[in-house]
Nanobody, 126 residues
Framework: QVQLAESGGGLVQAGGSLRLSCAAS????????MGWFRQAPGKVREFVAV????????YYADSVKGRFTISRDNAKNTVTLQMNSLKTEDTATYYC???????????????????WGQGTQVTVSS
């Protein structure tokens, strides 16, 4: 099994940037597609971005496309979410998730994740 730990959350003004990191341990991250999800208070958890296990494919929710970038370094077992031009509506707890698959199919990679981190809080002030 893989264990995941997020870091990098914090408080930032609208228009600013944050960089979230997810460190995988226990099993090679290269065995997993890695995703970021978020959950705001009173709302359901939503998909943000995903990257295939090789890093060749990445997909984004429409709400973050063009502002967020997901990347991975399999040698370091890390996945990063670079968040630019942050908006107040990006405020949420952000979770890193892993899914053991070689698939690059967009629909398949949006859900069905079996491994989750504890989450890191991102707060964007106006």
């Amino acid at each position: 099994q893989v264990q995941l730990a997020e870091s990098g959350g914090g408080l930032v003004q609208a228009g600013g940037s944050l960089r979230l990191s997810c460190a995988a341990s226990g099993r090679a991250a290269s065995d997993y597609a890695m995703g970021w999800f978020r959950q705001a208070p009173g709302k359901v958890r939503e998909f943000v971005a995903v990257i295939s296990r090789s890093g060749s494919n990445s997909y984004y929710a429409d709400s973050v496309k063009g502002r967020f970038t997901i990347s991975r370094d399999n040698a370091k077992n890390t996945v990063t979410l670079q968040m630019n031009s942050l908006k107040t509506e990006d405020t949420a707890t952000y979770y890193c998730a892993a899914k053991r698959t070689a698939s690059v199919d967009w629909n398949f990679l949006q859900s069905g994740y079996g491994y989750w981190g504890q989450g890191t809080q991102v707060t964007v002030s106006s």
